[in-house]
């Protein structure tokens, strides 16, 4: 188990330095400067709060409900002039579906809160979706970005550490998720967007262009909408399918406070609870997400190609059955060890010297009381996080259902 110090305002952007490891020495600034003002302690390398002020969520609440009538007015200005560049590009394979921008152009209050209690802020509040294509070709989308300059609309901007210089630069708020394309290939768009990220599509094939556009203009700078281009209406339809019963049901386990990524022991809980969040979501990922968007595509680019099965079989059924209840079994063992961590009183005391209160004060004694109160206190926790956990399975297992009920052998 790593238990990190109780550091406030503080969590870990998986932005930044994707390949580098974390530890208990890793300190990561939020993206965010609006991150939660909150005590924090991680178990097992997890940066979590240790409670969360009622002031502070009825702040972020607030302020959203304040501002829901400006993001719908800024959010249809995107829209509309999203619309007419992508009429006067139809014929490099530019569309514009009002209707599917119609169903959720402002993220809902509910996933609002929930992301920036997670992350420290939600810079997708207003969103768009443009069909595209021909997502190689990047001279058309060269023409799509100095139309939506012309509307007003130019690319924002984001600090994020450099790898190479190891300092805090500003980079284009795009991201290409595409096969086939090259840092070269953007050297026509110019020396700040040519440093756009250019990723992998997902293990599941799915590829897209995700970029944020900030307006012109005086008090506009923490305007930010957020736009993803697709290749047309069957990818959109395979995304909400593939989101509502695979995508959200990976996001769940991530709110687990076990950390999934750090390399258990053989034969412990957390290796085995692990292992079968693993398989679960490669099986989704396999029998689902996979023919879901391969499908799509094909019909998107009129691919002669025999539909993939989107089935999750008799026995993978079974199976996702026994992985979700396995991991419900471990959940209390894996608590079990963590507590055997608390007996020692050097332990303790480093999470005490760690914590950023202890580093402010000016008395550095730690006494018997506060080594006492400070395992009580570390107890409690346990005893929540174990509670959640247990919770966020219930949650799982419940989602899983809809997605056999929908996809499962009949």
Request: proline residues 4%; aromatic residues 10%; positive net charge.
């Amino acid at each position: 188990m790593n238990i990190l110090p109780i550091i406030p305002n503080l969590k870990f952007n998986k932005n930044f330095q994707k390949n580098e490891k974390l530890n208990n020495s890793t300190i990561i600034q939020p993206k965010y400067s609006h991150t939660l003002a909150a005590d924090s302690v991680s178990f097992s390398g997890k940066v979590l709060p240790e409670n969360t002020p009622s002031l502070i969520t009825n702040a972020i609440k607030q302020g959203y409900l304040d501002n829901e009538t400006k993001f719908m007015a800024e959010v249809k200005k995107f829209h509309g002039a999203l619309k007419r560049v992508s009429e006067k590009l139809k014929d490099r394979g530019f569309s514009f579906d009002e209707e599917y921008n119609g169903k959720h152009p402002v993220k809902s209050l509910d996933s609002f809160m929930d992301k920036c209690l997670r992350q420290g802020g939600a810079s997708d509040k207003m969103r768009a979706t443009v069909y595209w294509l021909n997502q190689q070709d990047i001279g058309s989308f060269k023409e799509f970005l100095t139309l939506m300059e012309e509307e007003g609309y130019a690319i924002a901007k984001v600090k994020v550490m450099n790898p190479k210089t190891k300092k805090f630069e500003r980079f284009p708020d795009l991201e290409i998720r595409q096969y086939n394309v090259t840092k070269d290939d953007l050297g026509i768009l110019g020396t700040f967007l040519s440093n756009a990220e250019i990723s992998r599509p997902r293990s599941s094939t799915y590829a897209d262009y995700q970029m944020r556009f900030m307006p012109k203009g005086k008090g506009k700078k923490d305007t930010l909408l957020e736009l993803i281009m697709l290749y047309g209406p069957h990818y959109a339809k395979a995304k909400e399918l593939e989101s509502k019963y695979v995508y959200n049901i990976a996001r769940e386990f991530d709110r687990l406070h076990i950390n999934l990524d750090q390399t258990f022991e053989e034969k412990t809980p957390g290796r085995r609870i692990a292992n079968n969040v693993d398989v679960i979501k490669t099986r989704l990922r396999e029998d689902i997400s996979k023919p879901l968007f391969i499908n799509a595509y094909n019909a998107e680019h009129k691919v002669k190609e025999p539909k993939l099965p989107v089935v999750i079989s008799k026995i993978h059924c079974d199976m996702l059955d026994g992985y979700v209840y396995g991991i419900r079994q471990k959940i209390p063992m894996y608590y079990r060890d963590l507590n055997k961590r608390l007996k020692g009183d050097e332990f303790i005391i480093t999470q005490i010297k760690n914590s950023a209160s202890y580093q402010l004060r000016e008395d550095k004694t730690i006494t018997p009381e506060e080594i006492k109160e400070k395992r009580e206190v570390l107890k409690k926790l346990l005893t929540q996080y174990e509670a959640d956990d247990i919770g966020v399975i219930a949650t799982i297992k419940e989602m899983l259902k809809a997605t056999i009920k929908k996809f499962g052998e009949k």
